[in-house]
């Protein structure tokens, strides 16, 4: 039952769109579990026709980005919703605001702390130097957050080393938290009755693999579907399929991709999905291999599905999850059996996460596909164990649960709290 709400503070959670990605999904868990003892607001620029479960009140600012505008009008978009945001503030006596991804980071800072009231928090989801070069704006930029905000917040270790010492923010100004499964939601959703199609894709294959995640150029799903033809070729493995949940620009690459290797009736790609989690709790083994992660949701709500995960150790993410004893900075040079998963040496980073092959040059295009055969090579032999190693499998099964405590709502939450009440 909640509190009174004339007693509980009064908080909003902006973002740019209420779907997408890991970041949008984020924003929309944080609206359900704070909507138990805070007064939530879900601010968003620009309500979509589909949206994430959420909590609170759903505030659309009815103002899109303007991404083919002038430089002058794209400013003036980012004035108007820092007027909105500010007149919000005050409005509602907003205690805290916490913004997700740049866009929204800029205008939280500059519609301001309204008389010192309402915090200001923002949240970075990525690996900076990954994710963007570390040029004189871009310093300028996250060093302008860090130092106008409350709190910047990075969703791992690794990746606030990274802002420090490629962008020059303070350490003062930076906190980790890193992203929360709700595992007691997830309990309850992952033994739900599968479509039928889903069903008989399951039934028609001796091992299933899965991923989830948008269809974008950093998580080159497109690596699965050439393991998933090498792996056919092993004895015992004649008929593993594998299952891709999520949508995004790639989507019809990964389509010819999966023609070009004769895949067709092997390879599931059912787009995005109310409830992923039944298809992940029935899989034999969760995949990821990103170039890079902020601190992949996608890890966490797989061990809380129960399902032995394998991913190679991209930055960031991956390793503090599944061996978070470890220096972050450690690196698996071929294969390393962590605590609660197998991590594979990571492939070099070379996209870039606003690229698609549709919009990249020929050139660029067949510099991408060139595979790191090293660790194209340390992914296959992890997954080929964790499918056919019965007891390496059902050791990591085991430890599942006690992975997922360690990012459950009640342990991430708990500092989330902290930051809001200071």
């Not at 108007?80 to 919000?88: G, S, V």
Request: proline residues 3%.
């Amino acid at each position: 039952m909640k509190n009174d709400k004339n007693t509980n503070k009064n908080i909003a959670i902006l973002v740019q769109q209420g779907v997408g990605g890991g970041a949008q999904r984020m924003a929309a868990n944080q609206t359900l579990v704070f909507d138990k003892d805070y007064n939530v607001y879900f601010v968003l620029f620009e309500k979509n026709d589909d949206i994430y479960e959420h909590g609170g009140s759903l505030v659309d600012m009815n103002m899109p980005p303007l991404k083919t505008a002038t430089i002058f009008r794209r400013v003036m978009n980012t004035v108007n919703r820092t007027i909105y945001l500010a007149k919000f503030k005050k409005e509602k006596k907003l205690d805290a605001v916490i913004s997700h991804l740049d866009g929204a980071n800029l205008v939280n800072v500059l519609s301001g702390r309204c008389g010192k009231k309402c915090r200001v928090i923002c949240v970075y989801h990525s690996m900076p130097s990954a994710n963007e070069n570390p040029t004189l704006v871009h310093r300028l930029f996250h060093q302008f957050i860090g130092r106008f905000s409350d709190r910047y917040v990075m969703v791992s270790k690794l990746a606030a080393l990274d802002m420090m010492k490629n962008f020059g923010v303070k350490r003062k100004d930076l906190s980790v938290i890193h992203n929360f499964s709700d595992n007691q939601k997830i309990a309850g959703l992952k033994d739900q009755t599968l479509p039928e199609e889903a069903q008989d894709f399951i039934h028609a294959h001796s091992k299933i693999v899965i991923t989830v995640g948008r269809l974008t150029l950093v998580k080159r799903q497109e690596r699965l579907i050439k393991l998933l033809k090498k792996l056919r070729n092993e004895d015992g493995l004649e008929d593993i399929g594998l299952m891709i949940l999520g949508d995004g620009p790639q989507k019809e690459f990964l389509r010819e991709v999966t023609a070009d290797n004769e895949l067709d009736s092997h390879v599931y790609m059912p787009g995005n999905v109310d409830n992923p989690f039944m298809y992940i709790a029935r899989s034999d083994v969760f995949v990821l291999c990103s170039d890079y992660e902020g601190l992949p949701m996608a890890l966490t709500e797989a061990v809380a599905c129960g399902c032995p995960v394998v991913s190679c150790d991209m930055k960031s993410g991956a390793r503090e999850i599944l061996a978070p004893d470890t220096d972050v900075m450690k690196v698996a040079d071929r294969i390393e059996y962590a605590k609660y998963g197998i991590l594979t040496r990571p492939f070099e980073n070379k996209a870039n996460a606003d690229e698609t092959f549709g919009e990249a040059k020929e050139a660029d295009k067949e510099e991408i596909l060139k595979e790191d055969e090293a660790a194209s090579s340390a992914l296959y032999e992890g997954v080929l164990q964790m499918l056919t190693d019965e007891r390496l499998a059902a050791a990591y099964k085991k430890s599942c649960p006690e992975c997922a405590g360690l990012f459950g709502v009640d342990n991430i939450v708990r500092r989330w709290k902290m930051l809001i009440q200071q």
